[in-house]
């Protein structure tokens, strides 16, 4: 009995302490460095505000190619991201949405330096432009050789 006096509170001391650490740990875990979003709340991002930047990192051939980019998207291939920041400094301190082909590590890289040269505000689509599709969306597809723009060339609905 005397023991169980003296074990109880014993317990009841350390339970505290182990609910106070993960606190800390919680309070004190590291932000990601940058925001990921969904297409759908990419898509919503674009209804809402039709003059944010989206930037698409891929080369241009892809940029150019058969699935196409997002309506509005500038095209600022990953290799050149560093040489062209200057372009879109006018951004800096504004959201907007980046994207690459899909769920390789070009986003990332992107991003990293995005985030590195003070563009806090960029968001990651996820899934690149190959979720984008997936997931319903229309992109704006190259003129084909009459001069007429594809069939999903047309902006997303409204």
């Given at each position: 009995?005397?023991?169980?006096?003296?074990?109880?509170p014993l317990l009841l001391v350390l339970l505290g302490l182990l609910l106070l650490a993960g606190c800390r740990m919680f309070r004190h875990r590291e932000r990601p460095p940058f925001r990921r979003i969904r297409p759908p709340v990419a898509f919503e991002v674009l209804r809402d505000s039709p003059d944010v930047l989206v930037?698409?990192?891929?080369?241009?051939?892809?940029?150019?190619g058969d699935t196409g980019h997002i309506f509005r998207a500038r095209n600022v291939p990953l290799e050149r991201l560093t040489e062209r920041l200057g372009e879109i400094e006018p951004f800096r301190d504004d959201t907007f949405l980046v994207y690459c082909r899909g769920n390789d590590t070009c986003g990332e890289k992107g991003m990293a330096i995005?985030?590195?040269s003070g563009f806090e505000n960029a968001m990651l689509v996820e899934g690149g432009i190959d979720?984008?599709?997936?997931?319903?969306?229309?992109?704006?597809?190259p003129e084909g050789p009459t001069g007429q723009s594809g069939a999903g060339s047309l902006p997303p609905p409204p």
């Open positions: 009995m005397k023991t169980r006096r003296v074990l109880v930037l698409d990192l891929r080369s241009r051939d892809e940029f150019l995005l985030v590195s979720g984008w599709i997936r997931a319903g969306f229309r992109t704006v597809l």
